[in-house]
């Protein structure tokens, strides 16, 4: 067993984390920069100090997490949300049931609630958003980002939703509450049904094919017919039928 098969057996022991189901060479290129910036010279003696220090495991889980977001990325896409996903989906159930999964720190549904209030009230909006990582949930609901992060974000939509405190912007309260954050393992852990709308968005690019195709199939079976999956803009589906799914848009699939 090489060094870093061993680090997979024992991160999965510690963690549920299956680190075999993510591209080797990416996660060992990004884990490598860490234990070597930390003074470790192998896996093993990186396990041995995650063992013992609760602030390395969390720096661990971050990198491994790949917490990069922004308000309203890859704007167009957002757009035909607002134009044409949302509309379809309110004609036959004004009460929506979403799910953004691996949803880093808050950006996106918090994004998904400032669309969906172009049709409903905030009263009437609610999220579902997990992450696995418990560092990225906690700065999700503090709701405090960096001026970098809205710059998609339209400007009507910035005074109304976010408070400026110095060079941070803060997202309301009224938006904060439409929001839902849980800890969850796609890879790992039951998914919920009937869901009118699944956004997973810059996450796929790093699991193997075998990965992806369990999570495409588990997305599809939690959606209720009619429902959209809402992927990133470099994780088109190639064979969307294989999990049920007719293209609806550029990067939106509908359940048949």
Not at 174 to 181: A, D, L, P, Q, Y
Not at 187 to 209: A, H
Request: aromatic share 14%.
């Amino acid at each position: 067993m090489t060094d870093y098969e061993e680090f997979i057996t024992n991160i999965k022991r510690k963690t549920g984390i299956d680190l075999s189901l993510y591209k080797e060479a990416q996660m060992k290129r990004r884990l490598t920069s860490l234990y070597e910036k930390r003074g470790f010279k192998s896996f093993s003696e990186f396990f041995n100090g995650i063992e013992k220090d609760r602030e390395l495991l969390n720096e661990f889980l971050d990198r491994m997490t790949i917490n990069v977001s922004e308000f309203y990325r890859n704007g167009k896409r957002w757009e035909v949300l607002k134009d044409k996903i949302f509309p379809r989906l309110l004609q036959s159930n004004k009460k929506l049931k979403i799910w953004s999964a691996a949803c880093s720190t808050g950006e996106e549904p918090y994004s998904l609630a400032m669309v969906l209030s172009n049709y409903l009230p905030l009263s009437q909006i609610s999220i579902l958003a997990t992450d696995l990582d418990d560092n990225a949930i906690a700065k999700a609901k503090a709701g405090v980002y960096p001026e970098r992060s809205l710059a998609e974000v339209p400007a009507n939509i910035k005074s109304k939703y976010f408070d400026q405190e110095g060079s941070f912007y803060k997202v309301k309260d009224e938006i904060k509450r439409t929001v839902t954050f849980k800890k969850h393992n796609l890879l790992k852990d039951s998914y919920d049904q009937n869901y009118d709308l699944i956004v997973c968005r810059n996450v796929m690019i790093y699991f193997t094919e075998e990965a992806k195709d369990q999570i495409y199939h588990s997305f599809s079976n939690s959606l209720r017919t009619g429902g959209v999956l809402f992927v990133g803009s470099t994780e088109q589906i190639f064979n969307p039928s294989r999990y049920s799914f007719d293209i609806e848009d550029t990067f939106f699939y509908k359940k048949m």
